[in-house]
């Protein structure tokens, strides 16, 4: 059975960083890439980054690129987003995601429970 | 303001079928495979339809999908009122680089 547990959501203030964990099982963490979504209080899904399986290749919503790090410790079967210099729109559940393939062109099949990220004065 | 276009809501009697449409372009609706996403109040999102058409495991096939062009259309048949929750569509955006949703359609069975 897969599972996507995260972690590291709390809050932060406006230019603060924060580091999000995802711990991965039941697939095998290196055949599939892997994604982080988030949700803004009431609005929709928004993609915000993907790693490829083998880790070797990452993508950025530009709304996060420079500002967001996406990485994988496969020995640890963890997903990380390292977030710096936030902002007050970055506040959302942000959901750690297993994709159907490798590569970061594939459905999204699972998804974890989501941790909130409020970032406030 | 999303790249893939849905109608903000939708709504139909329990036992109808309704409809939702997903509209994009040739980078991302006409040239990748798209999928729906079924997300109940206060739960996280889940898989509902992936390659335009293909159910997984324990979705009933009262759930449809299909794609023609730069659109597509999750159908869903005998209403329940367990139907209600939130619809997204998504997909790659060859152009972008980027995985790309819709803003949503929220389906109320009245």
């Known amino acids: 059975e897969v599972q996507l547990v995260e972690s590291g959501g709390g809050l932060v203030q406006p230019g603060g960083s924060l580091r999000l964990s995802c711990a991965a099982s039941?697939?095998?963490?290196?055949?599939?890439?892997m994604t982080w979504v988030r949700q803004g209080p009431g609005k929709g899904l928004e993609w915000v980054s993907t790693?490829?399986?083998?880790?070797?290749?990452?993508y950025y919503a530009d709304s996060v690129k420079g500002r967001f790090t996406i990485s994988k410790d496969t020995s640890k079967n963890t997903l990380f987003l390292q977030m710096n210099s936030l902002r007050a729109e970055d506040t959302a559940v942000y959901y750690c995601?297993?994709?159907?393939?490798?590569?970061?062109?594939?459905?999204?099949?699972?998804w974890g429970q989501g941790t909130l990220v409020t970032v406030s004065a | 303001q999303s790249v893939l276009t849905q109608p903000p809501s939708v709504s139909a009697a329990p036992g109808q079928k309704v409809t939702i449409s997903c509209s994009g372009s040739?980078?991302?609706?006409?040239?990748?495979?798209l999928s729906w996403y079924q997300q109940l109040p206060g739960t996280a999102p889940k898989l509902l339809m992936y390659?335009?058409?293909k159910r997984p495991s324990g979705i009933p096939d009262r759930f449809s999908g299909s794609k023609s062009g730069t659109s597509a259309t999750l159908g869903i048949t005998g209403l329940q009122t367990g139907d209600e929750a939130d619809y997204y569509c998504?997909?790659?955006?060859?152009?972008?680089?980027?995985?790309?949703f819709g803003g949503g359609t929220k389906l109320t069975v009245l």
């Open positions: 998504g997909t790659w955006d060859s152009s972008l680089s980027a995985k790309v």
């Open positions: 790693i490829s399986g083998s880790g070797g290749t990452t």
């Open positions: 390659e335009n058409n």
């Open positions: 039941g697939f095998t963490f290196s055949s599939y890439a």
């Open positions: 040739s980078s991302n609706i006409r040239n990748n495979y």
């Open positions: 995601a297993k994709e159907g393939g490798g590569g970061g062109d594939y459905e999204i099949n699972y």
